[in-house]
C-alpha cells in the first residue's frame, strides 16, 4: 500500500457523461499529481496541486478539471465523456522540498480505470 | 522539449536470465533527474530509484543495477537472475528544473516477462 487513495478503483460510464475521480494524498504530502495512462498516449501529466493551489498545467483537455481541498485530497473532474477518455488515471503525492523542483519522487496510487461506453 | 524512449516495447526471459532495459533520454536543462518505476500486473507504478544528473556513479541494489552514462544521455536498468515476479512494465522517466519540464515525463515502457 503506497499510501496514496484513489476511488473508485473502476468506473464504467456513458458517453457524455460526468465523473469524478478522487485521491487522498499519503500523510504529509503536500502535493498531488494528475496522470492519465492510455494505450496510445501512454502515461500523461495532467496537473499538480500544491496545497491547494495549482501549480502546474499539462496536457489536461478543457472538459476535464481538477480541484485540491483544504484536506488536501483532491477530485479529478472529467465531462462529457467521450470514448477516448477511457484510460487509467493515476494520483500522485510528494513532499515538496521545493515547489519548482523536480527532483520530488512521487508516490502513486493504484489508479482508477475509467471505461466510456 | 524533453524526451524518454525506451526502445523495446516487449523482452521475455527464461527466469535467471540477466535482462537489460534501455533508457535513452533528451534535455535542455544541465540539471535533472532520472527515474525507473515498475508497473505490475496489479496496475500500479511502484518507485524504483532517482539519480540525478550529477551523479553518474552506478547503482546497485540487491539483483537492480542502473547505468547512468551522460556522455551518451542514457539511463539502463539490469536486473540479475531474473525472477517471475520480476514480470511488469518498467518506465524510465526524466524531470527537469526549468519550465514544463519540472514534471515527470515517461517512456513509453518495457513489458518484461520472465517465464518459469
Known amino acids: 500500500d503506497s499510501g496514496v487513495t484513489q476511488t473508485p478503483k473502476h468506473l464504467i460510464t456513458a458517453t457524455g457523461q460526468r465523473v469524478t475521480l478522487r485521491c487522498s494524498p499519503r500523510?504529509?504530502?503536500?502535493?498531488v499529481y494528475w496522470y492519465q495512462q492510455s494505450l496510445d498516449q501512454g502515461l500523461q501529466f495532467l496537473i499538480q496541486?500544491?496545497?491547494?493551489?495549482?501549480?502546474a498545467k499539462g496536457n489536461i483537455l478543457e472538459r476535464f478539471s481538477a480541484q485540491q481541498f483544504p484536506d488536501l485530497h483532491s477530485e479529478l473532474n472529467l465531462s462529457s465523456l467521450e470514448l477516448g477518455d477511457s484510460a487509467l488515471y493515476f494520483c500522485?503525492?510528494?513532499?515538496?522540498?521545493?515547489?519548482?523542483?523536480?527532483?520530488?519522487?512521487?508516490?502513486f496510487g493504484a489508479g482508477s480505470r475509467l471505461t466510456v461506453l | 522539449a524533453q524526451k524518454v524512449t525506451q526502445a523495446q516495447t516487449e523482452i521475455s526471459v527464461v527466469e535467471k536470465e540477466d535482462v537489460t532495459l534501455d533508457c535513452v533520454y533528451e534535455?535542455?536543462?544541465?540539471?535533472?533527474?532520472l527515474f525507473w518505476y515498475k508497473q505490475p500486473p496489479s496496475g500500479e507504478l511502484v518507485f524504483l530509484i532517482r539519480?540525478?544528473?550529477?551523479?553518474?556513479q552506478n547503482e546497485i541494489s540487491g539483483r537492480y543495477s542502473w547505468n547512468f552514462q551522460k556522455s551518451t544521455s542514457s539511463f539502463n536498468f539490469t536486473i540479475t537472475a531474473s525472477q517471475v515476479v520480476d514480470s511488469a512494465v518498467y518506465f524510465c522517466?526524466?524531470?527537469?528544473?526549468?519550465?514544463?519540464?519540472?514534471?515527470?515525463?515517461f517512456g513509453s515502457g518495457t513489458q518484461l516477462t520472465v517465464l518459469p
Open positions: 500522485a503525492s510528494s513532499v515538496v522540498a521545493g515547489v519548482v523542483s523536480g527532483a520530488n519522487v512521487l508516490t
Open positions: 500523510s504529509g504530502d503536500l502535493s
Open positions: 496541486y500544491y496545497n491547494g493551489e495549482e501549480r
Open positions: 534535455t535542455r536543462d544541465t540539471t535533472y533527474y
Open positions: 539519480r540525478n544528473s550529477f551523479d553518474e
Open positions: 522517466a526524466l524531470s527537469g528544473t526549468s519550465g514544463s519540464a519540472r514534471q515527470l515525463t
